[in-house]
C-alpha cells in the first residue's frame, strides 16, 4: 500500500489543474473506458454478469490511473501508476476484510461477502437523519432494542440544539455532537446495549469536532468509524487525509464510501458504475481499509431505481471478484417515502439486488426499528439467491414501485410512527408495515427471522 505521507507530497507537487478541465477530462474518459470495454447498462438485469463485472473493473482501474483524484485544497492532481493501483488492489483481494466493531456480546463483523454466499449480510442499521432533540433517543432506541440490529452504520444529528446552530469549524460544533453522545448512550442504556458500535459521527465532521468528540470519552476505535471519502466526482481535500491518518493512529476503522450521481458527468449506471469503482480503489489507496460503502444516486437526490441498483450491482461484483472489501450500502426508500410502505418496497429492491452482487452490510435500513427489522428479514431470506431469480423478483418489485410512485407525497414523521414515550410503533404505522411485508411476501420476497 502507499505510505499516507506519500499523499501529501503528490497533493502539493501534482500538476496544476482547473477544477472544470480536471471534470471535463473525467466525464470524457469514463464515456471512452465504457465504449471500448464494451459496458452497457441493462435495465432488464439488475444483477450484473461476471463479464461486466471484469469491464467495469479494468475501466476503473484505467480511469484512476489516466484521471488521478483533484486535490481541491491545491488545485492540484493527485497522479497514480497503473501498476500501483494493481498492486494495492492485488493486496486487498489476498486479505479479505473482516472488521470486528463493538464489544463484549455486542461485538460484530463487517465481512468480504460473495454473491453466492447463503449467510445474509450483517444489519448495521443506523438511525439516519435529521432528528430533533425531544425524540432523538426515543428514535435511537427503536433501533438499539431490535436484536437483529448488530449495530449503527450511523446517527442521527440535531439541526438545532435549542438557541445554537452547529456551524463546522466553530465551537457549536463541538457542544452539539457532545449533547449527542449523551444522547446515544441514553438511548443504549435504556436498550440494555451499552456496547454497541455507533458508527460514524454526525454532526462532528471536521478534524478538529472530531478529535475533541473522540477525546471526551464518549467514543472509542471499539464504537466509532470517522469517514475519510472521496467527494463525487473524485474530490478530495486535507480533511480526509487528516482524519485517516488519526485513524492510523488510534486504530479506528475508517469509513470508506465511494459516491457518483447519475445524469451529472456521469452519464448513466455504466459511467456511474466505473467511476464509482475508480473512487474506491482512490480511498483504498490512502485508508487501506477493509470496508466500502457504494452510493449510486441520480443528480436530483433519489436513488432505489433501476438505474442505481444496477450501477452498484456492477461496482459491488467487480469489488467481489478484485478487491476482498466488505461491500455496504443504505437500503432505503428515497426522503419523501420514509416510514412510508413505499420505503418498503423501495428498499425491498435494494435488498433483492444488492444481496445477489454480495452485499456485505447494510449501514441503513429504513428509518425506525421496525423496518430495520423487516429489512434484515429480508436480507436473511435473500442470502444465496441466484441472480436469475433475484432479478426476476426485482423487476415485480420495481413495476409495483413504479406504480406507488406517483403517488407518494410525503415523509411520515417519527413521532406519528412510533409513540415516543413508549417506544413502540403506533397501530396504524405497524399495520400499514405488516401489510406491506405480506405483499411482498405473496410476489415472492422471502422473509426469514
Known sequence: MIPTLEFQHRASRGPVTAVDDFDLELAFKVRELVAEYGIKYDPAQLVVDDRTADAIFEAAVKHLAEIGIYFQSTGRVIKYEEQEIRQFARESQQNPACVNLGKGTERMQLRYRRGTDTWAPTNYAGPAGVAEKDWFIPYVQSFAQEPSVKGFGIVPGLARLDNLDPKAGQLSEVTVALWEQEALREALKRAGRLDMNLGLLCTASTPSGTMAVMASGYRDSFNTQIGIHIMPEQKLSWNPLLLTQYCELTGIEPWQSAMSCIGGLCRDAADVAVVMLA???????????????????????????????????????????????????????????????????????????????????????????????????????????????????????????????????????????????????????????????????????????
Open 279 to 449: 473512487n474506491a480503489l482512490a480511498q483504498l489507496s490512502y485508508a487501506k481499509a477493509g470496508s466500502m460503502s457504494y452510493f449510486p444516486s441520480h443528480l436530483d437526490g433519489t436513488w432505489a431505481t433501476r438505474a442505481s441498483h444496477w450501477a452498484f450491482s456492477g461496482a459491488a461484483r467487480a469489488a467481489e471478484r478484485h478487491l476482498g472489501l466488505a461491500i455496504g450500502t443504505s437500503i432505503s426508500g428515497i426522503d419523501k417515502a420514509w416510514r412510508t410502505p413505499l420505503t418498503l418496497w423501495q428498499s425491498a429492491g435494494v435488498v433483492v439486488t444488492s444481496v445477489a452482487s454480495g452485499l456485505s452490510y447494510a449501514w441503513i435500513a429504513g428509518h425506525t426499528g421496525l423496518e430495520a427489522r423487516l429489512i434484515g428479514q429480508m436480507m436473511n431470506g435473500c442470502a444465496g439467491m441466484a441472480p436469475g431469480r433475484a432479478n426476476e423478483l426485482a423487476q415485480k418489485i420495481m413495476h409495483k414501485v413504479d406504480e406507488l410512485l406517483p403517488q407518494q407525497k410525503k415523509q411520515l414523521p417519527f413521532s406519528e410512527a412510533y409513540d415516543v414515550s413508549t417506544v413502540k410503533p403506533r397501530p396504524d404505522y405497524e399495520k400499514a408495515m405488516l401489510q406491506t411485508r405480506d405483499e411482498l411476501a405473496a410476489l415472492g420476497m422471502p422473509f426469514q427471522e
